[in-house]
């Protein structure tokens, strides 16, 4: 069963607008959630990142939303521009006991249209 | 079986010391992750490796740099080490969804 799920593979958004990229998890026990981006042929690279002890988190242009009662997170992109067209990566990890372990999405590709 | 060792369980430095924390893996893993646990802010990620002589910063990255020479090694440096580095430092490896990680260094800096 999926832990972290983003139920839409792909995403067109026009260029200025706003990209929300959504994330759903199913385990309570997740403590800090992550988000990579990936171009086609290159590693992932991380973007942003948020602990579960806040509710959201701020980086220029991308904001990362959590809202725990719902077990949704969700990564906004303002304003979105080509050069953001790649595949997003949802990311949650559980920290208890000395065992960790971080848990990906499947990813959402996000194309920004000119 | 998986296996992530970190050179030192324990550790104390004084302030300004430069600090080398390494972590080696047995697993051919191509991408290795340096955090930092504190109470009441979860585990935040410092930097991260997807290939040899390759990092990216995470979270948290100033003060720190980190060194990818083998696909096995991922070390963490504290340049000039501070009182507000004391923490638990934690090392991980992937290869696709999962992490593994390191049992940890408890890191207390005078």
């Known amino acids: 069963d999926q832990q972290v799920k983003q139920n839409s593979p792909s995403l067109s958004v026009q260029e200025g607008r706003i990209s929300i990229l959504n994330c759903d998890y199913t385990?309570?026990?997740?403590?800090?959630f992550l988000w990579y981006k990936k171009y086609p042929a290159e590693g992932p690279t991380f973007l942003i990142s948020i602990s579960s002890i806040k509710d959201k988190n701020e980086d220029g242009r991308f904001t990362v939303f959590l809202n725990k009662s719902a077990k949704h997170l969700s990564l906004h992109i303002v304003p979105s521009q080509p050069g953001d067209s790649a595949v997003y990566f949802c990311a949650a990890l559980t920290s208890g006991a000395g065992s960790y372990q971080l848990t990906f999405g499947k990813g959402t590709k996000l194309s920004v249209i000119p | 079986d998986v296996k992530v060792t970190q050179s030192s369980r324990y550790l104390v430095k004084r302030t300004g010391e430069k600090v080398f924390l390494e972590c080696v893996q047995d697993m051919d893993h191509e991408n290795m992750f340096w955090y930092r646990q504190d109470p009441g802010l979860g585990l935040r990620l410092i930097y991260f490796?997807?290939?040899?002589?390759?990092?990216e910063k995470g979270d948290i990255p100033e003060g720190y740099s980190v060194s990818r020479e083998k696909k096995e090694r991922f070390s963490l440096i504290l340049e000039s080490a501070s009182t507000n580095q004391t923490s638990m430092y934690l090392c991980?490896?992937?290869?696709?969804?999962?992490?593994?990680f390191g049992p940890g260094t408890r890191l207390t800096v005078l």
């Open positions: 490796s997807y290939d040899v002589k390759m990092k």
């Open positions: 385990n309570s026990m997740f403590d800090y």
């Open positions: 991980a490896s992937s290869l696709e969804d999962t992490q593994y």
